[in-house]
């Protein structure tokens, strides 16, 4: 069955402080590996797509990498602003929608 | 660009009515779109996928007699809950692939609270 696994579950920093979102995934053929934002009662906002292992994308504070297992979102010297859920998603296999993980909640404190 | 809407944000129905949820890609089109369903601090669960003019495809435990998704055009889907139960409260959620965009990027809508009283 292909899963999608995030790690830490939750995580705070205090703002400036860089860290790393992990998010493992089993899926045969994979298709493309997603991240997503999203805020409480709101849907998700799309960060990136990774298509092959060692692709690498950049968008302000935050940075996707993508390994044959697994993915990292980098965040670096963040902000309150960026507290959110961060949504790791595949596709692949002969599927067309995404299987996601549980998600990572991040809180950064001022 | 690719924004995708919802209507309504979020409705309340009695136990046994049925609720429509529209899904709009505003400027693009969608030849694919999919209905996902999030309880309660849980992750996105998909429902199903739909194709502009062929019958949805609905993941394994989805009633498709329960749940109802018309993709009538490029632009529109409609997930229509029928004989809604208070276990069918949650947030609904529908994405849609754009024609011309990159490949299997899905892009989201800001949700639809269901509550089944």
């Known amino acids: 069955e292909d899963q999608v696994t995030q790690s830490p579950e939750a995580l705070r920093l205090q703002e400036g402080e860089s860290s790393s979102l992990n998010c493992s995934y089993t899926v045969s053929g994979l298709r493309g590996l997603f991240w997503y934002r999203q805020d409480p009662g709101k849907g998700p906002e799309f960060l990136f797509t990774l298509y092959s292992a060692g692709e690498e994308k950049e968008k302000e504070r935050l940075k996707a990498t993508l390994t044959k297992k697994e993915s990292f979102l980098h965040i670096t010297a963040p902000k309150p602003e960026d507290s959110a859920t961060y949504l790791c998603g595949q596709t692949g296999g002969g599927a067309d929608g995404l299987t996601f993980g549980k998600g990572t909640h991040l809180i950064i404190q001022p | 660009g690719a924004v995708v809407s919802q209507h309504p944000s979020w409705v309340i129905c009695k136990s046994g009515t049925s609720v429509k949820i529209e899904c709009r890609s505003l400027?693009?089109?969608?030849?694919?779109m999919f209905w996902y369903r999030q309880f309660p601090k849980q992750s996105l669960m998909l429902m199903a996928t739909?194709?502009?003019?062929?019958?949805?495809?609905?993941e394994q435990g989805v009633e498709k007699d329960k749940f109802l998704i018309n993709h009538a055009s490029l632009t529109l889907s409609t997930l229509t809950v029928t004989s809604a139960h208070p276990e069918d409260s949650s947030f609904y959620i529908c994405s849609a692939r754009d024609r011309g965009g990159a490949p299997y990027e899905q892009y989201f809508g800001p949700g639809t609270r269901l509550t089944v009283t």
């Open positions: 400027d693009f089109q969608a030849t694919t």
């Open positions: 739909s194709n502009e003019g062929s019958k949805a495809t609905y």
